[in-house]
């Protein structure tokens, strides 16, 4: 059964940067996009970004463009996501998901990681 | 940007019972719309895609209707176990996902 691993929870500093990973187990990689998703606490699911690992190609929210990177290793089959220029209100809980169907085409989520939280605080 | 709507935000209702929650996307999503359940700590769950089409292993108490603009998920003889945040999402605007804000089923 496919799973997707994010790394740890993190704190991070006002203005800093921080990296989440999301490792893919039991499943194939590169067929299939991986998206990020952010949850502020109490608040709703905010799509962030996604990207075709075959390619290396990627989409962003016009709300994260220019602080959001998104990036794949194939040979180690895990997704990135770093967020610069961090601010208090982009502390949130992390997830990386994958879609029903392989390809680039757009499909519901039924793959998720278990969440990261990062904390962004002085 | 599709802006995705969900109402109400809360919702009370008593155990068995029915619950109705909706969803109103700002233009057509064609059925391309998706529901999820989410509880405390735990990443949302895909229940319904398609708008109408259940995921593996959910009851069949969950239902999901609707196309273009308006969506419903109906949960009938509610479970203690179906108290929880539900989501939509659209996936028709390529390569764009939008989500609701979440409505969160309570124990009335």
């Known amino acids: 059964q496919v799973q997707l691993v994010q790394s740890g929870a993190e704190v991070k500093k006002p203005g800093s940067s921080v990296k989440v990973s999301c490792k893919i187990s039991?499943?194939?990689?590169?067929?299939?996009?991986i998206s990020w998703v952010r949850q502020a606490p109490g608040q709703g699911l905010e799509w962030m970004g996604r990207?075709?690992?075959?390619?290396?190609?990627?989409d962003y929210a016009q709300k994260f463009q220019g602080r959001l990177t998104i990036t794949a290793d194939k040979s180690t089959s895990t997704a990135y996501m770093e967020l610069s220029g961090l601010r208090s209100d982009d502390s949130a809980v992390f997830y990386c998901?994958?879609?029903?169907?392989?390809?680039?085409?757009?499909?519901?989520?039924?793959?998720w990681g278990q969440g990261t939280l990062v904390t962004v605080s002085s | 940007e599709i802006v995705m709507t969900q109402s109400p935000a809360t919702l009370s209702v008593s155990p068995g019972e029915r619950a109705t929650l909706s969803c109103r996307a700002s233009?057509?999503?064609?059925?391309?719309l998706a529901w999820y359940q989410q509880k405390p700590g735990q990443p949302p769950r895909l229940l319904i895609y398609?708008?109408?089409t259940r995921a593996t292993g959910v009851p069949a108490r969950f239902r999901g209707s609707g196309y273009g603009t308006e969506f419903t998920l109906t949960i009938s003889g509610l479970q203690p176990e179906d108290f929880a945040v539900y989501h939509c999402?659209?996936?028709?605007?390529?390569?764009?996902?939008?989500f609701g804000q979440g409505t969160k089923l309570e124990i009335k």
């Open positions: 998901a994958r879609p029903q169907l392989t390809g680039d085409r757009n499909d519901a989520f039924d793959t």
């Open positions: 039991g499943g194939t990689f590169t067929s299939y996009t």
């Open positions: 990207i075709i690992p075959l390619l290396g190609m990627t």
């Open positions: 233009q057509t999503v064609s059925s391309n």
């Open positions: 398609g708008a109408s």
């Open positions: 999402q659209q996936y028709d605007d390529w390569p764009l996902y939008t």
